[in-house]
């Protein structure tokens, strides 16, 4: 039996006073405490890398010695791809002008932060901004944006005449979810290796040519063209700046690698960035891709429901929340408000849990095996319907929206016409 989602009806005024006041304050040194903690990690772990070989060679088996160096490298990798990642957190933030009161001193870090992390700072920020301002629409919202039955080639579905049950996915007939299925069930194998290249160049992808974004976007949307969709003539030398950001560290990747040798380029920075991509890929997915989340379209969407079309998670434990800055387990409150700094973000967190009941959206699912879930179960959306939530490839939805076949949606309570 499938849940039935209430549309919450929540004023912006009412969710930002159910945040305590001392959440929005801002500090640039207690930020920095932060960067500082992150470089000096990855400091520690660099230099603690020097010591691997001479680890590893003190046995006498070849094959141990092998064994004992690839686990260390892999450690290593591991390690350092959450560090960086904590500092791509904290970049992130001073996008949203969270770092600090001043605009001036949060582009300055961020642009630094993110640009060694190969992401256009300026560009990313614009589209990233854009992504708050319409979580959950269906037509305005930047990333990770549900296909719908059409855009998967899906069974076609006259919506008009279509039986109740197909159109909510509960309680399907056998011989309709098989239709579905002939058409968009993969096998776990592929289900694996396309996850695997979503999480590998998932993000580049998202960077060069808008994969996971909006639809209605033009072919060749990107980050990189001042002149693609994303942007406004505005923000054209934005775009360029963050450009020549990118290309300075391509240029001092290079000169490190004709220096020192490229494999020592690929051991300290390419696989630790590759860690990073899939981290990133990761969170952001699964902060916005689950069978119980709603996506609006135009007739019911709001700031404050698209706010609360996101999920909170547990990420590897105390550790993960610590290294990363509780991107994961903070997210909702960072979408009600975006300048709450992430180490305010748990009191704010805590308020709004209690504040919203059933509203809030909360997960303790392993995070590797929600990753795999979420991927194989959120397949697709109908092509109609003001109110949608995903489907899985058999056309199963387990929430669908509380309805009345004479009043229409509740909305808390109230009914909308």
């Known amino acids: 039996m499938a849940e039935k989602f209430q549309v919450p009806n929540v004023s912006i005024k009412e969710l930002l006073g159910a945040i305590p006041p001392e959440c929005f304050h801002r500090s640039a040194f207690k930020s920095s405490l932060y960067v500082v903690q992150d470089v000096i990690l990855s400091a520690i772990l660099i230099k603690g890398s020097f010591y691997i070989p001479m680890i590893s060679q003190m ?17 290593f990798w591991f390690a350092l791809g959450l560090v960086w990642t904590g500092l791509w957190v904290i970049a992130h933030e001073c996008g949203h002008q969270a770092y600090s009161s001043r605009k001036s001193i949060n582009n300055s870090v961020g642009f630094v932060l993110h640009s060694l992390l190969l992401v256009p700072y300026h560009s990313w920020r ?10 959950g629409h269906m037509s305005r919202d930047q990333v990770f944006v549900p296909k719908t039955r059409a855009q998967r080639n899906g069974p076609k579905l006259d919506y008009e005449d ?8 509960v309680d399907m007939p056998e011989e309709e979810q098989l239709k579905v299925s002939e058409l968009l069930e993969d096998a776990p194998l592929a289900v694996f290796v396309n996850l695997l290249l979503q999480q590998l160049i998932g993000w580049p992808m998202y960077l060069v040519r808008n994969a996971s974004g909006q639809k209605h976007y033009p072919r060749g949307t990107n980050h990189f063209n001042p002149s693609s969709a994303i942007f406004d003539s505005r923000h054209f030398s934005q775009i360029i700046a963050s450009d ?13 690698g004709t220096q020192r040798g490229f494999t020592e380029v690929v051991s ?9 991509n899939n981290w990133l890929v990761s969170i952001t997915f699964l902060q916005h891709t689950d069978p119980a989340l709603p996506h609006y379209r135009e007739g019911m969407w709001n700031f404050q429901r698209g706010a609360l079309c996101t999920i909170d998670r547990v990420f590897l434990g105390p550790i993960g929340a610590y290294i990363l800055h ?16 992430h180490y305010n973000a748990w009191k704010a967190t805590d308020a709004l849990k209690e504040y919203l009941g ?60």
Do not use: M
């Open 268 to 276: 300290y920075y390419l696989i630790p960035y590759l860690w990073v």
């Open 162 to 169: 279509a039986d109740e049950k197909i159109l909510t996915g």
């Open 358 to 417: 059933p509203h809030y959206h909360y997960s303790d699912d392993n995070f590797i095996v929600a990753l795999y879930k979420s991927y194989r179960d959120c397949v697709f959306v109908e092509d109609k319907g003001d109110i949608v939530f995903y489907k899985d490839a058999r056309g199963r939805a387990s929430r669908v929206p509380a309805t009345d076949s004479k009043q229409g949606f509740s909305d808390s309570g109230i009914e909308l016409q």
């Open 244 to 256: 020549l950001g990118i290309g300075l560290v391509l240029g001092g990747l290079y000169y490190w």
């Open 59 to 75: 046995t006498d088996s070849h094959s141990l010695s092998l064994f004992i160096s690839a686990s260390l490298w892999s450690l």
């Open 326 to 341: 509780g991107i994961c387990e903070t997210h909702v409150a960072h979408h009600v408000s975006s300048k709450i700094p």
């Open 126 to 135: 614009i589209s990233h901004g854009k992504h708050h301002a319409a979580t």
